[in-house]
């Protein structure tokens, strides 16, 4: 497809439960961002690969929260024991890295809830 | 600690007015100002983009002004339309020496309504 596309679109998971949220980046993008956006806020960094090594990492909440990108494309938002405080509309980004090419597309995002 | 502060939390604007969105940032690191539309179950879309060597940026209806001293920075959508209605996210970001962009940093959005 031509744009970021995100896997589950909703996601409904029990307390305690791990959840996987996949991330297919726009072919040939080196960068690839991870946000967290809770309901009415914007969206807040958790982490961010150029090609398969993650950079920064510095927003994840918590030890709960992984990510890999393990071949430079598709990456995995990880969260094992999730919790209520954990839902949210998870988006994936990522952009172009050639000279000021800066701009980001984002995915639809997967909507986890936490029951 | 907010590092970008971001104003009115919510618009109304007749059709054919002017939208004025504000934003202010505290972090001098910081050198590249995006602005993202978002509509309901969608993600956020690049309106458009400022750096600090101008002070104006305009693309079509939308418009970029840039106060660097003030740390400031706003939206102006020209001509408002029933489809800009949205919530509408400023952004700010470093770009590295590599040319890509790092995280971004965003505000809390402003949810703008464009009365017919």
């Known amino acids: 497809g031509a744009g970021v596309s995100q896997s589950p679109r909703y996601k409904v998971a029990k307390r305690g439960q791990d959840v996987a949220l996949r991330c297919d980046p726009i072919s040939g993008h080196v960068s690839l961002f991870w946000y967290q956006q809770a309901l009415g806020q914007g969206p807040e960094f958790l982490t961010y690969?150029?090609?398969?090594?993650?950079?920064?990492k510095s927003g994840l909440p918590s030890d709960r929260f992984f990510a890999e990108r393990p071949e430079g494309s598709v990456s995995t938002l990880k969260i094992q024991r999730t919790q209520q405080e954990d839902s949210a509309v998870y988006l994936c980004?990522?952009?172009?890295?050639?000279?000021?090419?800066?701009?980001?597309?984002f995915g639809q995002g997967t909507r986890l809830t936490v029951v | 600690q907010q590092q970008v502060k971001q104003s009115p939390q919510s618009l109304i604007v007749q059709k054919g007015g002017i939208s004025i969105i504000n934003c202010a940032y505290e972090n001098t690191a910081f050198d590249y100002f995006p602005w993202y539309q978002q509509f309901p179950g969608k993600g956020p879309a690049l309106l458009i983009a400022?750096?600090?060597?101008?002070s104006e940026k305009k693309e079509g209806r939308f418009t970029i002004s840039f106060n660097k001293s003030a740390k400031q920075f706003s939206l102006h959508i020209m001509d408002s339309q029933p489809g800009d209605s949205a919530t509408y996210f400023c952004?700010?970001?470093?770009?590295?020496?590599?040319?890509?962009?790092?995280?971004?940093?965003f505000g809390k959005g402003t949810h703008l309504i464009i009365q017919p």
């Open positions: 952004a700010a970001g470093v770009v590295n020496s590599g040319g890509g962009a790092d995280g971004l940093t």
């Open positions: 980004a990522s952009s172009l890295f050639s000279g000021m090419r800066t701009e980001a597309f």
């Open positions: 400022i750096r600090p060597d101008v």
């Open positions: 690969f150029q090609n398969e090594a993650q950079l920064d």
